[in-house]
């Protein structure tokens, strides 16, 4: 019997052991698939923020469950078979694409130079676009309605359309007053916030035109000369740090008494 081996048994140790390391096999395995798995939605999350709808047909962008529809005005001002909210639309974003500097300087007859501008001259060249003389619009309503501008003194027809004060009175008596409140993801909100309307920031100190773009919770873009070195079509409303608005209007050239109403002949 002493010449027949002995078959050895794993230990209570080497056992442990070997179950220790397939433990610990599985927690790595796992932790790199939820590595994997949290990289791959956060990029389609940053994707889906990112991105917007160009084309203005219906809403959000991918990745999201907001949509919201953009409408059409039922006015084509210069008859050129656009609306006139797209028209402004196409007009501001054609200003921007110049990138114009920024220049608010004072200059005779009112317009600054071509490629030269401030956020007051994108939103001109807008009304441009749907056929409004917006310079000369503004000029007759203070001479025909001083009282829609309670802080200014005099007129100045060099300047005054050039104003984001001056636009904020123009436009508070012949445009439709919308919504200052902007909520990320809620439709009905958003559906308030359309392309072609023009925003005021502090009252005095900004003015932009909302895009037909959308982010993917809904809100729409900005296109504004804010001295960004950027796209000056961007996704402002929703930004920490930005300016208060303080006006939100749509405009209706129905409105426009016929004293005050100009076409754009440029």
Request: aromatic fraction near 8%; glycine fraction near 10%.
């Amino acid at each position: 019997m002493g010449g027949m081996g002995h078959a050895r048994h794993p230990s209570v140790h080497s056992d442990s052991r070997g179950r220790g390391g397939r433990r610990v096999a599985i927690v790595v395995i796992t932790l790199i698939l939820l590595l994997a798995v949290g990289s791959t939605g956060a990029m389609v999350l940053w994707r889906g923020r990112s991105s917007g709808t160009p084309d203005g047909s219906a809403a959000a962008s991918a990745g999201s469950s907001i949509t919201v529809a953009n409408i059409r005005s039922s006015s084509d001002y210069n008859h050129n078979g656009i609306d006139d909210y797209t028209d402004l639309v196409r007009g501001a974003r054609a200003e921007a694409k110049v990138h114009p500097i920024y220049d608010d300087g004072y200059y005779q007859g009112g317009y600054p130079p071509e490629g030269r501008g401030a956020c007051t001259d994108l939103v001109e060249h807008a009304f441009r676009a749907a056929g409004f003389d917006l310079k000369a619009m503004v000029d007759a309503d203070i001479v025909a309605h001083h009282e829609h501008y309670p802080g200014l003194t005099r007129p100045d027809p060099n300047i005054d359309f050039r104003r984001s004060g001056v636009l904020d009175g123009f436009f508070g008596a012949y445009a439709v007053r919308l919504t200052n409140d902007v909520r990320p993801g809620d439709a009905a909100n958003l559906a308030q916030w359309q392309h072609g309307d023009i925003v005021i920031f502090d009252h005095t100190k900004h003015i932009a035109v909302v895009s037909d773009r959308r982010d993917a919770q809904g809100v729409p873009y900005l296109i504004h000369n804010n001295r960004q070195r950027g796209d000056m079509e961007e996704d402002y409303l929703i930004r920490t740090h930005r300016r208060t608005i303080t006006s939100h209007y749509r405009f209706d050239s129905s409105r426009v008494s016929a004293d005050v109403l100009r076409t754009w002949h440029g």
